[in-house]
């Protein structure tokens, strides 16, 4: 298993074969989303199609989505055995909504999402998300915009200093910064290693430490090439829209800045919000998701010891009521300003 960005949804190797994908939380997100024959559920997150599969295998229909071409590729099989049950679209779940419209689809029954990099991505040295395989520094997980060398080498010191700290939550951002500025001016970066070797330099290793010290920086590229935040809040207003009443949204995350952005939208939509006594004058807002359990699950201990990756996802799922979608305010999750970044870089 290569080293990498935290949140792959776990991974085992044969003996020098292909990485296989092991689905995170698989009889949690499968009771949360209730399949049955009838429904239609969207798989926003399809990678190696292991909550696809379960969905099928429960008789219902599975819109499926991936930015990254190789997965959708990859999906051919699945496709063969179950037709028209499997819908395979290569997107971003950002517009999950409207994928599933162009689909033939007005309402859907269950959205569910997995998110970060699949163990297949993190594996091959190529794709660029690997401190630990030398590969070209990219991170793309589908293929266009700005990739991770083009960040590295462009962006202002400053806001290098705020991606790193912010997206990583790297206390030593402003040095590894720094570094980096000083290192481009010789070389542009193009290799993974060429990166993960200069934030070595800076934050050393002391021998026996489990977590490599570029793991944090990496993370952090990888959000921010991928838009990572962005995405997943677009996706909860995507899903906002096209659930039908009694249909159930289900999120599955691996680090804090992500569950926080679930966390904020499901108390945000279940009525939380208004009609306080700070704000008498608000009307108490009626909810578009009902949450049967309130906080996050998490693995059980039997997986969470068969499976590292599972020990930090969270699952949270709400079911949505009848009442009309709220606005998309992206605003609401107080997301990391990194404006000057993204226009410099994302064009
Ligand atoms: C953790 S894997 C999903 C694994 C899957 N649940 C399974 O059981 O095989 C996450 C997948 O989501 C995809 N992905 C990440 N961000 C995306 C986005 N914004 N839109 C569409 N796909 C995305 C990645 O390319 C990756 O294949």
Known sequence: MAGGIGNASGASSGAGGPVLHIPVMLDEVVEALCPARGKTIIDGTFGAGGYSLALLDRGASVIAIDQDPTAIENGVELKQAHGDRLTLVEGRFSTLDQIARDAGHDAVDG???????????????????SFQKDGPLDM??????PSAADIVNRTERGDLTRIIGILGEERQASRIAARIAEARQER????????????EKVLGRKSGERIHPATRTFQALRIFVNRELEELALALFAAERILKPGGRLAVV?????????????????????????HLPEAKPVSARFEQPIRGAIKASKDEAE???????????????????????????FGLPNLKSAQTDNHA
């Open 188 to 199: 542009p970066f193009t290799r993974t290693l060429e990166l993960a070797a200069v934030v």
């Open 111 to 129: 959205v569910v999402l997995d998110i970060g990099v699949s163990s297949m991505q993190l594996d091959q040295a190529e794709r660029g998300f």
């Open 306 to 332: 068969s499976n590292p990756r599972a020990r930090s996802a969270k699952l949270r799922w709400g079911i949505r009521t009848d009442a009309p979608p709220l606005e998309a305010d992206i605003d609401l």
């Open 140 to 145: 793309r997980m589908g293929g266009s915009g």
């Open 253 to 277: 995350t691996f680090h804090s800045l992500e569950d926080r952005i679930v966390k904020q939208f499901f108390a945000n939509r279940s009525g939380a919000r208004g009609g306080s006594r």
